[in-house]
């Protein structure tokens, strides 16, 4: 009989085997095809998250090849128009698919008090021209990881599409090279409660599904957007200054978050998670200090709902902790947990998209 031990070495052990596979997946296909790096992008379309499609969009490293929306900061057909919309303005034609209208088990809450009624700070932008896709959100993130092995995926509203994706074809998360998470507070403080953030407390069943379906997790916390990372008032006159017409739209449709922000923190400026975690799936080299851990996620709490619990000091696998743990031992893989940014390397990567 093997020990917990010998199954979490072997496990870990087979982890590594297929992140080597993922990397050299990816290599390949930039390589030998000489296309650019396909990306995936699930999305909540707010304010944050128009900003973070423009850097995506408009980078010329990488190629979008899906948006999928899903219900969380508005409702999920809100958020395709606002995907659309944000397409349209950088003359993108990716393919839009609209995915669930609410948590796997539980009523949506929206952040409208956050992002304005319409996610855009309301500020009446017309409709998009064109209409979404007819595939469900979940079986296009399962056909575009099929038909793009080694893809990035970049997840920057509640996990819900995700997990239905992973219920169906578990076998997926294998395929996906970096799966990088806006969500969570890595041992801090919330935005939506003392303990949790607002994409993981949204649904946090579906975020523990991600957590432990073994896809290649770089937690991007809300830690990461504020204090230095803060777009402040001198930033914001910077970004107007380009005079583009997605430079204008980015700070005029944050109008309400950057008030939401102020009432929330006491921070001045526009707290920009989504995009942040974008500058991370661009270039992995603004990160100044990581680690990898077990993560899990809090379902059953009232008091801490949603809290992404982060074994910090390593001690999932000891006596006291190994039962609680022991899903996320079985299935062997850790997160890696970004800590701190270059807070330079972030704004200049916004820059370029804006000017
Ligand atoms: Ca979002």
């Excluded at 899903?70 to 809100?78: E, F, I, L, P, R």
């Excluded at 304005?116 to 575009?144: C, F, M, N, V, W």
């Excluded at 990881?145 to 219920?167: C, D, F, K, R, W």
Aim: with cysteine; net charge negative.
């Amino acid at each position: 009989m093997r020990t917990s031990a010998a199954v979490t070495a072997q496990s870990a052990s087979l982890q590594r085997s297929r992140e080597f596979l993922c990397r050299v997946f990816a290599w390949q296909f930039v390589i030998l095809r000489r296309v650019k790096l396909p990306f995936l992008i699930d999305t909540d379309t707010a304010s944050d998250d128009a900003v973070a499609l423009i850097m995506a969009l408009r980078s010329p490293l990488i190629e979008v090849v899906a948006v999928t929306t899903v219900a969380g900061n508005v409702d999920v057909h809100q958020a395709t128009r606002n995907a659309i919309y944000t397409a349209e303005l950088c003359d993108s034609k990716v393919l839009v698919f609209v995915g669930a209208e609410r948590p796997l088990k539980r009523a949506h809450v929206s952040a409208d008090w956050f992002h304005g009624r319409d996610g855009l700070g309301d500020h009446g932008y017309p409709p998009p021209r064109r209409a979404a896709e007819k595939q469900s959100a979940p079986e296009a993130i399962i056909d575009t990881i099929e038909s793009h092995p080694g893809l990035v995926m970049v997840t920057l509203g509640p996990l819900t599409n995700v997990a239905l994706a992973l219920q169906k074809k578990p076998d997926i998360a294998a395929k996906v090279s970096r799966c990088v998470v806006m969500g969570g507070a890595p041992c801090c403080e919330g935005n939506v409660t003392p303990a949790a953030e607002y994409n993981i407390w949204c649904d946090p069943e579906a975020a523990r599904i991600v957590m432990r379906s073994g896809l290649p997790i770089e937690l991007v916390g809300w830690q990461l957007c504020r204090g230095e990372a803060v777009v402040n008032p001198t930033d914001i006159q910077q970004i107007l200054s380009f005079g583009t017409p997605v430079a204008k739209f980015a700070i005029e449709c944050n109008s309400r978050g950057q008030e939401a922000f102020l009432e929330q923190t006491g921070e001045h400026g526009i707290s920009l998670p989504d995009p942040v975690a974008m500058a991370v799936a661009l270039d992995a080299s603004i990160v100044t200090s990581q680690s990898e851990h077990f993560v899990d996620v809090e379902t059953e709490s009232e008091l801490t709902r949603g809290m992404t619990v982060v074994d910090r000091l390593n001690v999932a696998d000891n006596e006291r902790n190994r039962y609680i743990w022991a899903a996320s031992l079985a299935a062997g893989h850790k997160a890696k947990v970004y800590w701190t940014i270059d807070n330079v390397g972030w704004k200049q990567a916004l820059y370029a998209a804006l000017s």
